[in-house]
């Protein structure tokens, strides 16, 4: 049974932290990257980082680029996205995925395989 199972969640202030974790299992890792995908309310879904199947290469969307680390433990099984120094224009449902197409440029689409989402708000 394909799962992606995503946590880390929750309310944080501006300029706070955040780190979610994604688990996958069901489906060989060997054929997929992992990317975070997030989507806020009336807004339609984006594209914010994601990892290289093989690890040796990631992609952030410009809105996060130098805030968010997306990193996976050594046997792929988790991937995690550090967010550092968050805005109230981070809230969103985050979600991971299994995707088929990456770029180091254009970074990734054509999810196969989604998790249910966390959401994160930031608030004072």
């Known amino acids: 049974q394909v799962q992606l199972v995503e946590s880390g969640g929750g309310l944080v202030q501006p300029g706070g932290s955040l780190r979610l974790s994604c688990v996958a299992s069901?489906?060989?890792?060997?054929?997929?990257?992992i990317a975070w995908f997030r989507q806020a309310p009336g807004k339609e879904r984006e594209g914010v980082s994601c990892i290289r199947n093989t690890g040796a290469s990631s992609y952030y969307a410009d809105s996060v680029k130098g805030r968010f680390t997306i990193s996976r433990d050594q046997d792929r099984v988790t991937t995690h996205l550090q967010m550092n120094s968050l805005k109230p224009e981070d809230t969103a449902v985050y979600y991971c995925?299994?995707?088929?197409?990456?770029?180091?440029?254009?970074?990734?689409?054509?999810?196969?395989?989604w998790g249910q989402g966390t959401p994160v708000t930031v608030s004072s």
């Open positions: 069901g489906f060989s890792l060997d054929y997929y990257h």
């Open positions: 995925a299994a995707v088929r197409y990456y770029s180091d440029h254009r970074g990734c689409r054509d999810a196969d395989y």
